[in-house]
C-alpha cells in the first residue's frame, strides 16, 4: 500500500520569505499523480498544486512551487514571498492511476507565517 | 472546478441518533468520496460512492455505521448511525472527474454528546 510521509509537524515563516514543506512517498507504481492540499482555519480543503509523475517538469503555480524527485520519491513544496493568507494546515496526497482513485494523505504541516 | 456544497455546516448530536449529511457537486462527476477527519489530524477516507450500486467501503467502516447513497453524478448524502462521542468529527465529501483533480466540499463539523 503506498504511504505519505510529512515530516515537519510545525513549520514558521517570515512575511515575505520563502519556505520549504517536504513529502515523501513510497509506492511501487510508476504512474501516479501527487498533490498539495492547503486547508485553513475554514476547513476548506483548497488545491495548492498538482504533478503528475510522468512530467519531468516541475509543477509551478504563483508564488507556489515544487520540486518532484521520482527516483527519491520526495514532492517537497516552496512556498515563495508568504503571505499572512498562506497560514494553514499542509496536506501531501498521493493517487494512483492505476488501483482506484483513492487519495492518500500525509499527516499534515502546520504552517505559521509571522508578520 | 467544481464546488462542492455540503448540509448541514455542523450539528451537535444525542448519542444513539443518527445524522444524515448532503453532498451537492455543481456539475457532474465521475468519482465521489466521504473522509473523516478527526480533530488535528489527516484525512480518512470511508468509502467511495458509487451512482446506482453500493458504496465501497475502505477497511474499518462499515454500511450499518455508515450508510451512503447515490443517485446521480452530482449527489451522495453520508448517514453517520447510531451515534457516540467517538464519531465527532469533520466529515467532507469530494468529488472527481479525473485522476488529476480532486475537489472538497467544505465540511460538516459533528459533535456527539
Known amino acids: ?115 | 472546478s467544481a464546488v462542492i456544497s455540503q448540509k448541514p455546516s455542523r450539528d451537535i448530536c444525542q448519542r444513539g441518533t443518527s445524522l444524515t449529511i448532503q453532498c451537492q457537486v455543481d456539475s457532474q462527476v465521475t468519482m465521489m468520496f466521504w473522509y473523516r477527519q478527526q480533530p488535528g489530524q489527516s484525512l480518512t477516507l470511508i468509502a467511495t460512492a458509487n451512482q446506482g450500486s453500493e458504496a465501497t467501503y475502505e477497511s474499518g467502516f462499515v454500511i450499518d455505521k455508515f450508510p451512503i447513497s447515490r443517485p446521480n453524478l452530482t449527489f451522495s448524502t453520508l448517514t453517520v448511525s447510531n451515534m457516540s462521542p467517538e464519531d465527532s468529527s469533520i466529515y467532507l465529501c469530494s468529488g472527481s472527474w479525473s485522476y488529476n483533480e480532486q475537489f472538497f466540499g467544505p465540511g460538516t463539523r459533528l459533535t456527539v454528546l
Open chain 1, 1 to 115: 500500500a503506498q504511504t505519505v510521509t510529512q515530516s515537519q509537524p510545525e513549520m514558521s515563516v517570515q512575511e515575505a520569505e520563502t519556505v520549504t514543506l517536504s513529502c515523501t512517498y513510497d509506492t511501487s507504481e510508476s504512474d501516479y499523480y501527487l498533490f498539495w492540499y492547503k486547508q485553513p482555519p475554514s476547513r476548506q480543503m483548497i488545491l495548492v498544486i498538482r504533478q503528475e509523475a510522468y512530467k519531468q517538469q516541475n509543477a509551478t503555480e504563483n508564488r507556489f512551487s515544487v520540486n518532484f524527485q521520482k527516483a527519491a520519491k520526495s514532492f517537497s513544496l516552496k512556498i515563495s514571498d508568504s503571505q499572512l493568507g498562506d497560514a494553514a494546515m499542509y496536506f501531501c496526497a498521493y493517487r494512483s492511476a492505476s488501483y482506484g482513485n483513492k487519495l492518500v494523505f500525509g499527516a499534515g504541516t502546520i504552517l505559521r507565517v509571522k508578520s
